[in-house]
C-alpha cells in the first residue's frame, strides 16, 4: 500500500487508496458531495486500498450518510483490516453496508 492518497470516481463508485485523514478527507467529501449533487441515493466506497482511516475520515464517512435531509445507503467494499476495526471500534459497522472483498 502507498501512503499517497488516491481517489477516483467512476459510475458512482469512489475508490481510495492510501491514508484517509485529516488532509486527504476534504476530497473525498468533495467526491461525495458531487454524487450527492447528481442525486445519488447509495454512495458506494471501494476501500480495500486504504491503510489508514483517522476521524476526520471516519466523519467524512458518517457525513456520507448523513448529508442533507436524507439518510442515504453507504456502501463499503472489501474494507481493509484497519478500515474494519475503526469501524468495529467505533460502533459503526451497523450503520453502513458492509461488503467483504469478493
Known amino acids: 500500500m502507498d501512503d499517497v492518497f488516491g481517489i477516483d470516481v467512476e459510475g458512482g463508485v469512489i475508490s481510495l487508496s492510501g491514508d484517509l485523514d485529516a488532509h486527504t478527507a476534504p476530497q473525498l467529501d468533495e467526491a461525495i458531495n458531487e454524487l450527492i449533487s447528481q442525486g445519488e441515493q447509495r454512495i458506494v466506497l471501494r476501500m480495500a486500498d486504504v491503510g489508514f482511516v483517522d476521524s476526520s475520515g ?45
Open 58 to 102: 471516519l466523519r467524512s464517512l458518517i457525513r456520507a450518510r448523513n448529508e442533507g435531509d436524507v439518510e442515504r445507503d453507504v456502501v463499503i467494499q472489501s474494507p481493509s483490516a484497519a478500515t474494519l476495526r475503526l469501524l468495529e471500534i467505533t460502533g459503526m459497522t451497523e450503520h453502513f453496508v458492509i461488503e467483504p472483498a469478493s
